[in-house]
């Protein structure tokens, strides 16, 4: 049996609990140690250059989020294509994807290189940065975006091997990714003196280590799509269904941008440098303990897409259980010690500063909500491993603009820096019962679908006999 087979018959057939740890595992290490890059960057500046190089990254931080999204958009996209193939025995589309993904990989990152670097300062500036923030943030993001055609790829190619099953190939990489980026980022920092742009150098080289790495998975025969290593072209008829099903991934990327755009533009007008460092360490703790939960999503794709495409509703429904107390538990388990320890888990980006009983709460506030999070993170990953980007877009949209943009514009100019805060957790509040009920609605859907299994596709009992 080839080995895509004996992966796709265990997602078709094994018990949901145990594919959810077989798959999981991998997938959380290898979205912890993608988190941990970023969060490396912002442990060794504020260790190593001060509160006010901390601040200049993260300004330049959030701008980011448009490579993520670019990257995110054309991985979801692909992967769900690719995972529905497998799932309909579709070979021809199978043939397609790699190729057309470094192509359109290449041609998004060329332009965003462009605009990064060129406009470096202005975007800076229109994050809220000024005086040395400004220079410093600058530098920061001028050299990380020199490699934005490593970082769209490396995103983008790892999803698609998440989409084949190779949940633990993709975490060895970005692993191998982590490692480079933390032994590199002190010797460029202070041994070469660096400073920030060193700390950028890092993430670059290693993120091209991590699209080699990528390359070599897809072009050495390791993976189970066939791959033609001569044809690189784009597949027009396979491009609007990828858009279409990432743009809502990329919309929540934008989203978020726009989100941390106004946060800071609120914190420059309301607070001090010290408060965009606050928030900037706040957030970075904030995602690195979410992050797991999003190698939980890479594992729970390919067992929805799959099932979908095979026509198995009711173990879409049960994926969808399984995964969503699972991560809920898993998140509540490293919340607790983050609540109760707040103060020393904020020293360990912002070593020299003594923090407030008002720091306290509001870190607590924007730390409230993190239980809830994996509900929304499995209601927008089942609408796009199904292919219904229009359900993840209103998701995402209702989210960031219909509720946060509002929030964030009024609430502060009554209640100060406070109300940013409060703004944040009270957004996602609401979108927690939102999702919630657009979820409940949805599996009342599935019960009344009549889908019938891919008979081209035998169970693994029946292909074992075979």
């Known amino acids: 049996m080839k080995e895509q087979e004996v992966v796709t018959n265990q997602i078709l057939n094994d018990n949901i609990w145990q594919l959810m740890v077989k798959f999981s595992v991998p997938g959380i290490l290898g979205m ?12 060794y500046v504020g260790q190593l250059l001060g509160e006010d190089a901390l601040a200049g990254i993260s300004l330049a931080f959030p701008l980011t989020y448009i490579i993520t999204g670019v990257s995110s958009m054309l991985g979801v996209g692909s992967a769900s294509v690719l ?16 190729g057309n993904l470094t192509m359109m990989s290449l041609l998004f990152a060329v332009v965003l290189t462009a605009l990064g670097f060129f406009f470096s300062q202005e975007l800076i500036a229109f994050m809220g940065g000024s005086e040395r923030v400004l220079n410093i943030g600058t530098d920061y993001f001028k050299m990380l975006m020199l490699g934005s055609v490593f970082n769209v790829f490396a995103i983008s190619t790892s999803m698609i ?3 084949e099953g190779k949940i633990k190939q993709a975490m060895v990489y970005t692993g191998a990714s982590m490692i480079f980026n933390m032994i590199l980022n002190p010797i460029f920092i202070v041994t070469l003196g660096l400073g920030v742009k060193g700390a950028a150098l890092a993430t670059v080289l290693s993120t091209m280590i991590y699209a080699v790495l990528n390359f070599r998975f897809f072009t050495s025969e390791k993976s189970s799509i066939p791959v033609d290593k001569t044809h690189y072209a784009l597949a027009p008829e396979l491009i609007p269904q990828i858009l279409a099903i990432g743009s809502a991934t990329f919309m929540m990327q934008l989203m978020t941008l726009i989100q941390q755009v106004l946060i800071f533009k609120s914190l420059s007008i309301y607070g001090t440098h010290s408060d965009i460092a606050f928030m900037g360490a706040t957030t970075r ?11 939980m999503m890479q594992a729970l794709q390919p067992i929805i897409g799959i099932n979908y495409g095979f026509g198995n509703i009711e173990r879409v429904k049960q994926a969808a259980k399984v995964f969503l107390i699972s991560g809920t538990t898993f998140v509540v388990l490293l919340w607790l010690p983050m609540q109760i320890f707040s103060e020393n888990t904020l020293s360990l980006l912002l070593p020299d500063v003594t923090f407030t ?7 607590r506030i924007v730390m409230l909500v993190m239980p809830g999070l994996p509900l929304i993170m499995v209601g927008v990953t089942m609408y796009q491993a199904i292919g219904n980007a229009k359900m993840a877009g209103i998701l995402t949209i209702m989210r960031q603009i219909v509720l946060f943009i509002p929030a964030i514009i009024f609430v502060p100019t009554f209640l100060g820096v406070d109300g940013i805060y409060l703004s944040m957790t009270g957004v996602d509040i609401i979108i ?13 859907k599935f019960g009344q679908k009549q889908v019938q299994p891919n008979a081209e596709l035998e169970p693994l009992e029946e292909v074992a006999e075979g």
């Open 285 to 295: 703790i904030f995602m690195l303990t979410v992050i797991p939960v999003f190698g």
């Open 32 to 43: 912890l140690l993608i988190g941990l890059n970023t969060f490396v960057d912002a442990l």
């Open 432 to 444: 927690v019962a939102a999702v919630a009920i657009f979820m409940l609605f949805e599996f009342d």
């Open 83 to 98: 995972s529905r193939a497998i799932g309909a025995g579709d070979m021809e589309t199978q043939k397609k994807i790699f």
């Open 357 to 363: 009983p008002n720091d306290i709460k509001n870190f």
């Open 161 to 163: 091997i998440r989409a």
